[in-house]
């Protein structure tokens, strides 16, 4: 873990004085674990919700219902109202939050297993991308939390050109 992302991205929101909150679905705390893997975390990190029940993400990140009904829970839109919410209940710099379809079940023919959308919100940017991939359960919710620690990371090194995927 000498150079790891989680070590990266802990270090640039010290310098910067930046506090980071997560707001985590199909990854049920595993990046929130993979963030306080690293000693001193507390410094930058203020906590995360998981959300997993439509119910949870409306009561606890303001998601509204109507895009939880109309969009799902694996959406461009669900992602950033739950990055916004987040964010401003706990009065933080950024946020990240993590909706996909871990599977094995779930999946549609719109939306299949392993699709998963990530989504960053901070006061110059608030983007979401969609990714694929193509696991079990647990390897999906692993790529999840590596895909969001990356996002974040590239983030926070200004590496992101306008990567924000709207749904077309």
Same mark, same amino acid.
């Given at each position: 873990?000498?150079?790891?992302?989680?070590?990266?991205? *802990?270090?640039?929101?010290?310098?910067?004085?930046?506090?980071?909150?997560?707001?985590?679905?199909?990854?049920?705390?595993?990046? *929130?674990?993979?963030?306080?893997?690293?000693?001193?975390?507390?410094?930058?990190?203020?906590?995360?919700?998981?959300?997993?029940?439509?119910?949870?993400?409306?009561?606890?990140?303001?998601?509204?219902?109507?895009?939880?009904?109309?969009?799902?829970?694996?959406?461009?839109?669900?992602?950033?109202?739950?990055?916004?919410?987040?964010?401003?209940?706990?009065?933080?710099?950024?946020?990240?939050?993590?909706?996909?379809?871990? *599977?094995?079940?779930?999946?549609?023919?719109?939306?299949?297993?392993?699709?998963?959308?990530? *989504?960053?919100?901070?006061?110059?940017?608030?983007?979401?991308?969609?990714?694929? &991939?193509?696991?079990?359960?647990?390897?999906?919710?692993? &790529?999840?939390?590596?895909?969001?620690?990356?996002?974040?990371?590239?983030?926070?090194?200004?590496?992101?050109?306008?990567?924000?995927?709207?749904?077309?």
């Amino acid at each position: 873990m000498s150079n790891s992302v989680e070590i990266q991205i *802990g270090n640039l929101l010290n310098e910067r004085g930046l506090k980071l909150v997560l707001a985590e679905s199909c990854t049920g705390g595993l990046l *929130g674990s993979r963030i306080t893997d690293v000693p001193g975390s507390s410094e930058y990190f203020l906590g995360s919700v998981v959300a997993y029940a439509y119910e949870t993400k409306a009561a606890l990140l303001g998601v509204s219902w109507d895009t939880l009904n109309t969009k799902g829970a694996v959406s461009h839109e669900t992602v950033l109202e739950m990055a916004r919410g987040v964010r401003e209940s706990m009065k933080a710099d950024i946020s990240v939050s993590v909706s996909g379809i871990a *599977g094995p079940g779930g999946g549609t023919a719109e939306k299949p297993v392993g699709t998963t959308w990530i *989504g960053l919100v901070a006061a110059d940017k608030e983007l979401a991308q969609v990714f694929h &991939f193509s696991g079990d359960r647990k390897e999906n919710k692993a &790529f999840a939390a590596d895909a969001a620690l990356k996002l974040l990371l590239d983030y926070l090194q200004g590496n992101l050109i306008d990567a924000d995927n709207r749904p077309s």
